[in-house]
């Protein structure tokens, strides 16, 4: 009986990691992917192309981003925050530091990282979290959190 035992365990452990091994994402893979989004970001936004930065947000109305003690819902709402909060020459220079990407499956991930904007005589800086979801459209940010 014992053995019968330990033989279903060995089958049923085996099994398992089996099909974990075929289920688990190619994080270093999807890691790269996201990594792109946030450098074609940061280079749209350093171009003065606010649409371009914001063509890696999904455009939903289920898209939300959140700051300070404000939550906007909707892609369309975000890009009017940024076009009056940031046209021209308000742009500043971005950059992000200390990214950390965490994969959750091979459709979902988050990022934790710190912003800042570099200005002629001035800087804001800060932290955020972004949730990032694979779409047909490929990796597209469904919530920001940014402070």
Not at 125 to 139: A, D, S, V
Request: one cysteine or more.
């Amino acid at each position: 009986m014992r053995r019968l035992i330990e033989s279903l365990l060995i089958v049923f452990l085996a099994s398992l990691l089996f099909c974990c091994s075929k289920a688990s994402p190619d994080i270093p893979q999807i890691k790269s992917e996201i990594q792109t989004v946030l450098f074609k970001q940061k280079n749209s936004w350093n171009m003065g192309n606010i649409e371009g930065f914001m063509e890696y947000y999904w455009k939903s109305e289920d898209f939300t981003f959140q700051s300070g003690d404000n939550r906007l819902n909707g892609w369309e709402a975000l890009l009017a925050r940024y076009k009056e909060s940031y046209s021209g020459e308000k742009m500043g220079k971005l950059d992000f530091t200390d990214i950390d990407i965490r994969v959750q499956s091979k459709d979902f991930a988050y990022v934790l990282g710190r912003w800042k904007l570099v200005f002629k005589d001035s800087a804001k800086e800060g932290l955020f979290t972004i949730i990032f979801k694979r779409l047909p459209e490929g990796w597209r940010i469904i919530h920001d959190h940014t402070s």
